[in-house]
């Protein structure tokens, strides 16, 4: 029988996906489903430079700056500020064709069901709006999604197309 550790979305594991996609930047917003486990061992590591902004909006504005300067940036941010930036998203990454890669946490999101049958409005929200701003998007939610992480950012880069990671639940040790 598998434990419970085993069965869970490892924090460790997102981080060293990110590392692999050769993400060096993030820039991030305290999100209660990935803070712990997420940003905080991020904050600790040497290998990693953690931007730390007041505002979702601002944190795409730099990621889509650092591209410029050739480097690789992650956004780590909740659920709310996602659609709280979908002006400087359609403007900076859609339009102006900029790789923002995306770590969104699902706050509230309910194990194993999917986001557009949660019972919270705002979750059922997200997919349908990332789809009307025509932004990739991929559910990380167990242990195997993890393997999305590397080809979406991928993808990403090699199109100049924004993506985001929706993070099903709270990351474990």
């Known amino acids: 029988m598998e434990s419970r550790l085993e069965s869970s979305l490892r924090g460790i594991e997102l981080i060293e996906a990110i590392k692999r996609a050769g993400i060096r930047f993030v820039v991030a917003l305290p999100d209660r489903t990935t803070s712990e486990y997420v ?14 902004v007041c505002k979702e909006d601002e944190g795409v504005s730099i990621c889509a700056g650092l591209y ?11 659920y709310t500020g996602l659609l709280d930036s979908a002006n400087a998203l359609c403007h900076i990454a859609v339009d102006a064709n900029n790789p923002v890669c995306m770590m969104v946490g699902l ?21 349908p709006v990332l789809d009307a701003l025509q932004i990739d998007h991929h559910l ?28 099903g639940r709270e990351p474990q040790p």
């Open 140 to 167: 990380i939610e167990h242990p195997g999604d993890v393997e999305k992480i590397v080809p979406a950012i991928e993808a990403a880069y090699q199109s100049s197309k924004p993506v985001v990671m929706l993070i």
């Open 39 to 52: 940003l905080k061992p991020l904050l600790r590591d040497p290998e990693m430079r953690v931007i730390q």
């Open 68 to 78: 410029a300067t050739g480097q690789r940036a992650l956004l780590l941010m909740q």
């Open 107 to 127: 706050l509230k999101k309910e194990p194993d069901i999917i986001p557009t049958q949660s019972k919270f409005y705002v979750v059922r929200v997200v997919e």
